[in-house]
């Protein structure tokens, strides 16, 4: 399975429900105890693969990105700035990672994309230290619709 975007992900982004100028993006690191599936639609749905418990707020848990900063969308391409999650919590491998639109509720909060291979197209697998994970996006963006 390639990295891709969810099908309803992308939906939210075609019918305006995700405004990628304007939304609040933002990374969460996941574990293996999650599988991808296209029919998952809302961060509720990776809960078993979450490395701390979901909280909308940054630095509130650990695993999770404050807002992506400098999001640029132009010509059908998402990207911003490398994205750094501050003291990720020792003892656990980072397999895969999802960006998603933030929300108070997991219930809520809008998955976009899932990514498990690195820029080599190598599976991910990043053992936590207690030190920073950092994010580095392709050159040429996210994603292309």
């Not at 080599?120 to 580095?136: F, L, M, R």
Request: glycine residues 10%; contains cysteine; hydrophobic residues 45%.
């Amino acid at each position: 399975m390639a990295n891709k975007l969810y099908p309803e992900g992308a939906e939210f982004i075609m019918n305006g429900a995700i405004n990628l100028s304007t939304a609040d993006l933002r990374i969460a690191l996941l574990t293996s105890g999650y599988t991808y599936s296209a029919a998952h639609n809302f961060m509720d749905d990776c809960s078993g693969g979450f490395i701390g418990a979901y909280n909308a707020t940054p630095g509130a848990t650990t695993g999770f990105s404050p807002q992506l900063a400098s999001v640029v969308s132009a010509n059908g391409n998402l990207n911003a700035e490398d994205a750094t999650i501050a003291g990720v919590a020792a003892g656990s491998t980072i397999t895969q990672w999802v960006l998603y639109e933030n929300n108070a509720s997991s219930s809520a909060a809008k998955l976009i994309m899932h990514q498990h291979l690195d820029g080599s197209a190598n599976p991910i697998s990043i053992a936590t230290n207690g030190g920073d994970i950092s994010i580095a996006f392709n050159a040429s963006g996210l994603f292309t619709i």
